[in-house]
């Protein structure tokens, strides 16, 4: 009977034993120190053992092998070698084939909360010693499990992935800016340019009024290339600010900026974000292989292709002190409306759509 219990006991601390091993990894140390630290009890208690990491593991996995040990000695020298050999085999498969492949019970996470406190005194005094010998371990040989990524599609494909997880907490809009980042330098600068025949131009002749005003306002852009109707060359570029803050008329060659920058279709707008960012210019034309303009690419093109939405490239006047103050206080204006329509409305929800009501002021 003694023995017959010896047995059990040993059996059993070696599939107890397998069985916190994977309870305590199954959620990772990050995810799990984040939730303790917003009063999740349950991982405040696997967090004092799991912080412990390699040693953790290291010291489950010495018990499993002593257990198991034990268990083969006493089995081998007690029973008839065939019924020693089947229950050496039936722990092995139970402990290394079953319980790494089935589902984390109730029962697992009840057992791994209770002796995680009872594991972290113990490693609180063997730690040093763990630690070491699993110093040694990895100078030894490291064991690297391939992540299965070997290019950014692979990396694409888990981003994919992730949005169908039950516990995902990124949005939709953060991964596919990810994506976006990953992807658009593959992208050619003759895929994303506006096309000359649909450029708007202005010629440097024309005289600045209240009529190029209105027709360049209406275009929704903030900038355009001159052009110099003799030679057909472009000149320059002129600002719609520039316009609106002149004092006189005059014409267009007296506003506009003469700096022109230049890029071949056939780059990637890797090479053109860089070439924003070292020129510090904001539109480029861009030229085929013959030296022929055909067409623009502005900044906000390739911000667009990043951030996976459109941008309304209007005037703003986010230079001007009274201009963003008169747009907060409209937008205080219809939150407080709104508020008063609606008695029910809680304060998160108001913020929420004075976010987005100023958002779209900005915008338009």
């Not at 355009?224 to 008329?249: C, N, R, W």
Request: hydrophobic share 45%; charged share 25%.
């Amino acid at each position: 009977m003694i023995l017959f219990i010896i047995i059990l006991l040993l059996a059993g601390i070696t599939l107890l034993s397998v069985s916190l091993q994977k309870t305590y990894t199954k959620i990772p140390l990050k995810e799990l120190k984040r939730r303790a630290k917003s009063g999740d009890e349950f991982a405040k208690a696997l967090f004092a053992a799991s912080a412990y990491g390699f040693s953790l593991d290291l010291l489950l996995w010495i018990i499993v092998g002593l257990s198991a040990s034990g268990f083969f000695v006493v089995l081998s020298i007690n029973m008839p070698s065939w019924l020693a050999l089947f229950g050496c085999a039936a722990l092995l498969w139970v402990a290394f084939a079953w319980l790494p492949t089935a589902r984390v019970s109730d029962i697992s996470h009840r057992l791994a909360q209770t002796l995680a406190p009872v594991f972290a005194k113990i490693l609180s005094f063997l730690y040093p010693l763990l630690n070491r010998i699993g110093g040694i371990i990895h100078s030894r040989g490291r064991i690297t499990i391939h992540s299965g990524i070997y290019q950014k599609e692979d990396l694409i494909d888990l981003l994919d992935k992730q949005v169908l997880q039950s516990d995902n907490r990124m949005t939709p809009y953060e991964i596919g800016i990810v994506k976006s980042a990953l992807t658009f330098s593959d992208e050619i600068i003759r895929d994303e340019m506006t096309p000359k025949r649909v450029v708007t131009m202005v010629k440097s002749t024309d005289s600045v009024g209240p009529i190029l005003m209105t027709e360049l306002h209406k275009s929704g852009f903030s900038r355009f290339p001159v052009e110099d109707p003799s030679s057909g060359e472009i000149v320059g570029t002129l600002y719609m600010h520039d316009l609106v803050t002149a004092k006189q008329g005059g014409s267009v060659k007296n506003l506009m900026k003469k700096s022109v920058y230049y890029v071949a279709e056939d780059k990637t707008l890797d090479h053109a974000l860089q070439a924003f960012l070292r020129t510090k210019h904001h539109l480029f034309m861009v030229v085929n292989s013959f030296e022929e303009i055909v067409g623009i690419i502005t900044i906000e093109d390739v911000l667009e292709r990043i951030l996976g939405k459109q941008i309304i490239d209007e005037f703003d006047r986010y230079d001007d002190l009274r201009a963003v103050a008169a747009l907060q206080a409209k937008a205080d204006a219809k939150r407080h409306t709104h508020a008063s329509a609606d008695p029910e409305h809680t304060p998160a929800e108001g913020k929420s759509n004075d976010t987005k009501e100023e958002s779209d002021q900005t915008k338009n």
